[in-house]
């Protein structure tokens, strides 16, 4: 299984930034994607930018030109760099990882999620 730890949530006023940063650590053959969601009050949870293990992302409409995923695969470590934040950014953001486990010969994929890290953007 794979550990995320989230770090680097806050309250930033509008027009700020913050970086976010999530750490992988367990037993695991591969960590094959990496991404954050997030979560307000009272809506779903949704995409915010994915990364894979070859560097392709993928972003939220509404985070585009704004936020810049990034990843370390030496390190199993994925940030979220978050510029010209909003008011409508504010939320629980968690920290996904897609992983393979080898067992018995056969590749297995699973999922785990972080605890989430508060951002507040409000001035």
């Known amino acids: 299984q794979v550990q995320l730890v989230e770090s680097g949530g806050g309250l930033v006023q509008p027009g700020g930034s913050l970086r976010l940063s999530c750490a992988a650590s367990?037993?695991?053959?591969?960590?094959?994607?990496m991404g954050w969601y997030r979560q307000a009050p009272g809506k779903q949870r949704e995409l915010v930018a994915t990364?894979?293990?070859?560097?392709?992302?993928n972003y939220a409409d509404s985070v585009k030109g704004r936020f810049t995923i990034s990843r370390d695969n030496a390190e199993n470590t994925v940030a979220l760099q978050m510029n010209s934040l909003k008011p409508e950014d504010t939320a629980l953001y968690y920290c996904?990882?897609?992983?393979?486990?080898?067992?018995?010969?056969?590749?297995?994929?699973?999922?785990?999620w972080g605890q989430g890290t508060q951002v507040t953007v409000s001035s």
């Open positions: 367990g037993s695991f053959y591969s960590i094959y994607d």
């Open positions: 990364i894979t293990s070859g560097g392709a992302t």
């Open positions: 996904r990882a897609g992983f393979q486990v080898l067992k018995g010969g056969l590749f297995y994929r699973d999922d785990s």
